[in-house]
């Protein structure tokens, strides 16, 4: 019985942590709003589950991480620094992407138009106004 307690208990706790552990809910409210054509960038963070619920490739901005063999498989889905991050986003029609709170914080202040789409303690996702 102790044993059927605790494991009831730890399943109803992953309940709790699914939105900290995965993007599931936060693409749930991207997908809609995204077009095939429309990039999509992950910025100084990669989260391994958002490509997969998002159905769709992501542009890795400024931090590789460990995919820095696959950057260099496919040099063009990778953006090395900011400033060409800030570039491109400012020249496209429509864009997202998907920060960490501090990433977010940082590129409000320097300036980057957007408008959350939607945030967990994880992650924030924007779009281009």
């Known amino acids: 019985m102790g044993g059927l307690a605790f494991a009831q208990l730890g399943l109803a706790g992953h309940d709790q942590l699914a939105p900290v552990t995965s993007a599931y809910d936060s693409a749930v409210h991207v997908r809609g709003l ?3 054509d429309v990039p999509f960038y992950t910025v100084e963070a990669f989260d391994h589950t958002l ?11 400024v ?3 460990e995919l820095a063999e696959s ?3 496919e ?11 800030a570039r491109r986003w400012q020249e496209d029609g429509d864009a997202f992407a998907m920060f960490s709170p501090s990433g ?11 408008t959350v789409v939607a945030s967990d303690p994880r992650r924030v996702i924007v779009r281009k106004p």
């Open 104 to 114: 977010f914080e940082r590129a409000k202040q320097r300036g980057l138009p957007m």
């Open 51 to 61: 490509p997969f619920y998002l159905g769709r490739t992501v542009t890795l901005v």
């Open 75 to 85: 040099p063009k889905e990778f953006i090395p620094d900011y400033e060409t991050f």
């Open 63 to 65: 931090n590789p991480d």
């Open 71 to 73: 950057v260099r498989w």
């Open 34 to 36: 995204l077009k095939p």
